[in-house]
């Protein structure tokens, strides 16, 4: 009976040897995965502050670069114009040198020496977008009724002459009356009424 006694007490504090190991162990381990734990979470904020500063930086250069490419864009817009101003210059000069001279009126060239008193052709009157009030003429293209001297366009005119031609523009539209309901403003094409006079008769009285 002493013998089992003595082996069970033997047994007894082997268990608790192993027990104090594995416990032991466990807490190495609890202290490893803290460790670890705290290590991941430095190593995440940093991460996660170098991908913002690169999606900040890189928003940054993608707003100039865009800046870029508008000022490119403007700057190969100026320089196209450039050249057509001055290539129109150059064409201009050689026809004045001939004697050629582009009339402000009608728009087309001619020579000094043939501008007579009915050399130029043009409306008296607006553009219905029909027919010319002045003549009744149909058709935009249709020659002038107002028969006149050409007058010579300078070329420090060129920019009055673009704003002249919006003004007049504007003028027209307020001015184009309408075949269909014959109110201004717009034409037959923009009507908002059925141009068919047999459904819409009573719109026109």
Excluded at 7 to 12: F, G, P, Q, S
Excluded at 28 to 51: G, M, V
Excluded at 141 to 147: H, I, N, V, Y
Aim: net charge positive; glycine share 4%.
């Amino acid at each position: 009976m002493d013998q089992v006694q003595a082996t069970l007490v033997k047994e007894k504090d082997l268990l608790k040897l192993e027990v104090k190991d594995m416990v032991d162990v466990k807490n190495r381990l609890e202290k490893e995965k803290t460790y670890l734990t705290n290590n991941l979470k430095e190593s995440t904020t940093k991460f996660l502050a170098q991908i913002k500063d690169l999606e900040t930086n890189l928003s940054k250069e993608i707003n100039d670069r865009m800046k870029i490419e508008k000022q490119l864009k403007q700057s190969m817009d100026e320089r196209e114009k450039m050249k057509l101003r001055i290539t129109k210059l150059k064409n201009r000069k050689g026809k004045v040198d001939h004697g050629i001279k582009l009339c402000r009126n009608c728009g087309k060239e001619f020579p000094e020496k043939e501008n007579f008193n009915w050399s130029c052709r043009t409306h008296q009157y607006d553009y219905s977008g029909e027919m010319w009030w002045c003549c009744g003429k149909r058709g935009r293209d249709q020659p002038g009724c107002k028969f006149s001297k050409h007058e010579y366009k300078e070329d420090n005119d060129e920019e009055d002459d673009e704003n002249d031609k919006e003004k007049n523009k504007q003028k027209q539209m307020k001015l184009m009356r309408c075949q269909c309901c014959k109110e201004l403003g717009h034409s037959m094409e923009n009507c908002e009424r059925d141009p068919n006079i047999k459904t819409k008769g009573e719109d026109l009285e």
